[in-house]
């Protein structure tokens, strides 16, 4: 399918911010495989590049768009550009994420500041975009990739453990604030390294958000073996 004729389609649409080979991955394949179109975020074009053509020989209809999780501007005219040849949004997953390592004694100002505009300040940017499409449809789902570490920090990634915090924060603030539009709000906090062929196989974890999105009965779900 051309992409003009994308916004014809009437499957249903995810779109995935900080896409990679990991967790975002898993959910497009299953998403994918159960219907619905694809959109990737990534902020590098080779990454976007390799996850789209494991989608396409999955026959899963995937698209693609670069953005900077980190800059407001690139990811509002991203979903600009999402909206005007895909429609809006039905599915929104947020798993953007600047991990660096470092105790709260070596952690600057200007560190923290940057890493929460990934960590935090984009998923509060991203979701923005698609929510008022969402009001208005009176249904929607929005998923954010949590950690483990929100709720015990990691002392060796302190900034990671703030930023993973603030966006578990935001989760739990926006599912009571849409839950009377008919949206869903969710997340997932992954306990540990997501790895193939172990507990935390980002297939496995896919399956929660799955679950999660059919059955719409928690706010949050600790990935945890």
């Known amino acids: 399918m051309k992409e003009g004729m994308a916004r014809m389609s009437n499957k249903p649409l995810l779109v995935i911010v900080g896409a990679g080979p990991g967790v975002s991955a898993g959910i497009a394949r299953k998403f994918g495989s159960k219907g619905f179109r694809v959109v990737l975020l990534s902020r590098t074009e080779a990454s976007l590049q390799h996850s789209l053509e494991e989608l396409r020989q999955m026959n899963i209809e995937s698209y693609g768009v670069t953005a900077d999780a980190s800059e407001p ?9 999402i ?13 953007a994420a600047h991990i660096v390592p470092g105790d709260a004694l070596s952690l600057t100002e200007q560190q923290l500041i940057d890493d929460l505009k990934v960590n935090t ?34 002392p060796q990634y302190a900034s990671l453990s703030i930023g993973k915090a603030a966006v578990r924060s935001l989760a739990l603030s926006l599912a009571e604030t849409l839950e009377p539009h008919g949206i869903y709000v969710g997340q997932v ?15 496995r974890i896919a399956d929660v958000y799955w679950e999660l999105y059919n059955n719409r009965d928690r706010k949050e779900y600790l990935y945890k073996e």
């Open 73 to 81: 501007d690139s990811v509002k005219t991203a979903f600009t550009q």
């Open 83 to 95: 909206r005007n040849l895909y429609g809006a949004a039905d599915v929104f997953v947020y798993n």
């Open 121 to 154: 300040v984009g998923a509060l940017t991203s979701a923005q975009q698609v929510i008022p499409d969402m009001v208005e449809m009176k249904r929607g789902a929005l998923f954010f990739t949590g950690g483990g570490i929100a709720l015990n920090p990691n």
């Open 189 to 203: 906090l992954i306990a540990d390294h997501v790895q193939q062929g172990t507990y935390y196989d980002p297939d």
